[in-house]
């Protein structure tokens, strides 16, 4: 292994622990990460899984809403620990610690590599969390392991794109209420998909929208592996927007960070 090589290994391997220390001092930042979509699971199924549910066609009711509508909580956790990561790289910008890591003989990306792997690691407990209660409250998939397999490759590819957004979100945010709220933004994308009804019940105008944005192709991908229903080529195009977003994100955030002075 190169000299290079090396450096750039250790160092991020010390900022990602770095990151999951701050994740074990701090359950405060993953705790409602965990809490919200569950909360939000709960409030669907249960207030209004009744009536939606009946929209589902074949039998309809609350217990076929739960299988529908854990795809698209997934997606909402997904797109809550976004807030966490960016708040985290502000964090680190705009108090110094950033300006002070320059001045060290460091390898600069590791600064966003223990960033990136400690959100994914929040954002997996979040899923394996949300995923488990939906299994206690009726959640019944069907999915072989070949299919768990692929739905969790997908998920991780989400997770992976989502994160880099974030990263990209705290490095242009000049506070750390900014960072908080731009990731709102992702939070709605589910609403405005396939995650809580079915797109073609809305107007004509609405469902095209839900059906041409990134959150949808990978909802009813998961949707589809997990419970049988036709996917189409929804993951062929879900892949798609995952490598696209994260390669997009990822060379923004390189370029900010070599760009950026010290604040």
Request: aromatic content about 8%; hydrophobic content about 55%; some cysteine.
């Amino acid at each position: 292994m190169s000299t290079t090589m090396k450096y750039a290994v250790t160092d991020s391997m010390m900022m990602v622990r770095r990151s999951l220390l701050h994740i074990v001092r701090y359950p405060s930042m993953t705790l409602p990460l965990i809490i919200s979509p569950v909360v939000f699971l709960l409030l669907f199924v249960y207030v209004f899984g009744g009536t939606l549910g009946a929209g589902l066609g074949s039998s309809g009711g609350r217990a076929d809403y739960v299988n529908y509508v854990t795809p698209g909580i997934l997606l909402l956790t997904v797109a809550g620990a976004a807030t966490a990561t960016a708040v985290s790289v502000c964090t680190d910008m705009t108090q110094g610690i950033v300006a002070r890591f320059r001045t060290m003989a460091i390898f600069r990306p590791s600064l966003l590599t223990g960033h990136v792997i400690g959100s994914v690691v929040q954002s997996l407990l979040s899923v394996a969390t949300v995923i488990a209660v939906a299994v206690v409250i009726g959640f019944r998939p069907t999915a072989n392991p070949a299919e768990w397999l692929a739905a969790v490759g997908i998920l991780s590819l989400l997770i992976m794109a989502i994160t880099w957004v974030a990263v990209l979100m705290g490095l242009v945010s000049d506070s750390v209420e900014t960072a908080s709220n731009l990731p709102m933004l992702l939070m709605l994308l589910p609403f405005f998909g396939s995650g809580f009804v079915p797109t073609d019940s809305m107007p004509t105008w609405l469902g095209w929208i839900a059906e041409h944005q990134p959150f949808t192709p990978v909802m009813e991908s998961l949707r589809g592996l997990l419970m049988g229903t036709a996917i189409g080529n929804s993951a062929w195009i879900a892949i798609a927007w995952c490598l696209a977003i994260t390669a997009a994100s990822f060379f923004g955030a390189k370029r900010l960070l070599n760009r950026e002075p010290g604040r």
